[in-house]
């Protein structure tokens, strides 16, 4: 009687599962939009920030499209969603002071004509 040669397991990479729902979509309307160059030109940063506000509030809109939250849950929402692949912005950078940032550039580059429909770009300052 032969006894059967033990081997090892061998497991493979570890792998991680995120939704993907409509983020691809949703990347290709904000890059055919082109939000983030808009945003960028209009609300520039300084060569030290990590993100820039286009790129934030790419995110931001891909947020509201596919699982609308408070904002203070943003980054825990691109963690479990994979933000990082389909629109190429690390969650860990999205934070709300990064976004709230982001949010006061556009809120001091745009302003609202009262009794008008529309936007009117003033001057924006270069900001993080």
Not at 82 to 87: F, I, K, L, Q
Not at 93 to 111: E, F, K, V, Y
Request: net charge positive; proline share 5%; with cysteine.
């Amino acid at each position: 009687m032969t006894w059967p040669v033990r081997q090892r397991a061998r497991w493979g990479q570890a792998s991680v599962e995120k939704m993907l729902g409509a983020l691809p979509v949703i990347a290709g309307f904000c890059s055919r939009l082109r939000i983030r160059e808009l945003v960028n030109a209009a609300c520039p940063v300084r060569d030290v920030a990590e993100l820039t506000h286009g790129q934030v509030i790419e995110v931001l809109a891909a947020n509201r499209l596919t699982s609308p939250a408070p904002l203070v849950h943003v980054q825990d929402w691109a963690r479990s969603w994979a933000v990082g692949e389909a629109v190429g912005t690390e969650p860990e950078l999205l934070n709300d002071d990064r976004i709230g940032r982001a949010l006061d550039a556009i809120a001091r580059t745009w302003i609202i004509w009262p009794g008008r429909s529309g936007w009117l770009r003033s001057r924006c300052s270069a900001s993080m």
